[in-house]
């Protein structure tokens, strides 16, 4: 199939090109000429493994095409989807201007019947509004009767793992009121669910809209009520890790994003639960799960900066006088994404307390470095912003750091003290080296 991917982010890079791997004619339309030039150059401007291989064989192959000429797109294309950003607005609405801005300029160029799709994470009645937005520039053209379909198609990759997600998905979900254009979708996707026969659900578009928001809110109340109990557990002498396994064993609850840490973040889980929480507001509806979900993971980030505050003034230490050494900054592993990563929050609380911070992260050093410029010192590797440090916080769970060698690091650290946000340190182990440790919700710490 010829398909026009509007939108060169995460979302639209990563569907543009695993489409283009099963066969399909894709051009990816971006209005910013620097990234564009970079993408034809094969420079890849977003860390996501495997998907630097994926766009190289297919550019190559003829199959992938990177353009600033939406024209070009529109015209060749039957299938144009709208993978453009959603940024959070100031009242925590999910703001349509870019979505809204692209549905017009597709109503200002098509000749003839294209499916126009919403990839985007949108809220609900979001396709009606591209409709009337397709049809208002259909109608200055005198074109009323030009026929078009909108569909929702919402995304669900996991940062780090999106190939695997979107090459063997466990479910796609496309929202749509046209039995033929249903028929289409789940030929466009079936290679992709063939081998693991799992479903293509097809769904009226409100219901397809509301999914994504509705999954994402579930999975970011799991993850809060972890880690509030993993406060729980600290005050009782509890171990979290324990209460996970008992927990994740019983078949109705399962064990996947049951880990406690220091507060969820990325692209996805914040907004769009503050986004559904505005979008049953705005009809009178207050949803009191989210909004709770929302509370305890911003007290969740402030615990465990506080945990690391707290010990330094018991111990009566002068705080200007203190180094903390940060291991990982993007919000998961396997990413260069900061955006609301629980590292940054942690930062600008122990900076506000006059704490000197050291950081080192794999992969997500220089988007980190555009967002926290000359205030904090950035290591070249996870020893180098050990040296002098009064105490080290573990924030990212990358592999990197859960294997170290324990006697380099208490060589390099003023003192072997270590806040281990995510639990992935053998705590008798690092215990037994000398170390003053501390975990999330380990009681005792084991």
Not at 152 to 168: C, H, T, V, Y
Not at 216 to 231: D, G
Not at 309 to 331: P, R
């Amino acid at each position: 199939m010829k398909i026009c991917m509007i939108g060169t982010g995460y979302v639209g890079l990563v569907t543009g090109a695993c489409f283009s791997e099963m066969g399909n004619d894709v051009i990816c339309i971006d209005e910013n000429t620097e990234k564009i030039e970079m993408l034809k150059k094969g420079i890849v401007p977003i860390y996501e493994p495997g998907l630097k291989e994926i766009i190289e064989r297919n550019v190559q192959g003829g199959r992938l095409n990177f353009t600033t000429n939406l024209a070009e797109g529109v015209v060749k294309c039957q299938i144009c989807f709208i993978a453009v950003g959603t940024p959070q607005d100031k009242d925590g609405s999910a703001d349509l201007k870019y979505v809204l801005q692209v549905a017009r300029q597709i109503g200002t160029l098509m000749e003839s019947y294209k499916i126009i799709v919403d990839k985007s994470t949108v809220p609900v009645g979001t396709a009606e509004k591209v409709r009337e937005a397709v049809k208002d520039e259909l109608s200055k053209r005198n074109l009323d009767n030009l026929e078009f379909d909108v569909v929702s198609n919402p995304e669900f990759l996991k940062e780090g793992n999106a190939i695997q997600d979107f090459m063997r998905p466990e479910r796609v979900i496309v929202g749509t009121d046209n039995v033929r254009t249903g028929a289409l979708f789940k030929e466009l996707y079936d290679p992709f669910v063939t081998t693991t026969n799992n479903p293509v659900l097809i769904m009226d578009i409100k219901s397809a809209e509301l999914t994504k928001y509705a999954s994402n809110a579930f999975l970011a109340t799991k993850v809060s009520f972890m880690n509030e109990l993993s406060i729980l557990c600290d005050k009782v002498g509890a171990d979290i890790s324990q209460v996970r396994e008992g927990m994740g064993t019983d078949s109705r609850i399962g064990p996947r994003f049951l880990l406690a840490g220091p507060g969820y973040g990325g692209s996805c889980f914040p907004k769009d639960v503050v986004a559904l929480i505005h979008t049953a507001g705005s009809l009178g509806q207050s949803l009191e799960i989210c909004k709770a979900t929302h509370r305890a993971n911003e007290k969740q980030k402030a615990y465990f900066a506080e945990k690391i505050i707290n010990y330094y003034v018991e111990q009566k230490a002068d705080l200007s006088k203190v180094v903390i050494a940060i291991w990982g900054l993007t919000f998961k592993p396997k990413t260069d994404d900061i955006r609301e990563a629980p590292a940054l929050d942690v930062i600008a609380r122990l900076l506000e307390k006059g704490i000197q911070v050291r950081v080192f992260d794999p992969i997500g050093m220089d988007n980190a470095r555009a967002e926290l410029g000359d205030s904090v010192f950035y290591a070249k590797d996870n020893y180098e912003v050990l040296e002098g440090a009064h105490g080290l916080a573990v924030v990212t769970e990358w592999n990197l750091f859960k294997s170290p060698d324990f006697e380099r690091m208490k060589e390099l650290m003023s003192k072997p003290v270590v806040f281990d946000g995510r639990n992935i340190l053998n705590a008798t182990d690092i215990k037994s080296k000398g170390f003053t440790y501390f975990g999330i919700g380990r009681g005792n710490d084991c």
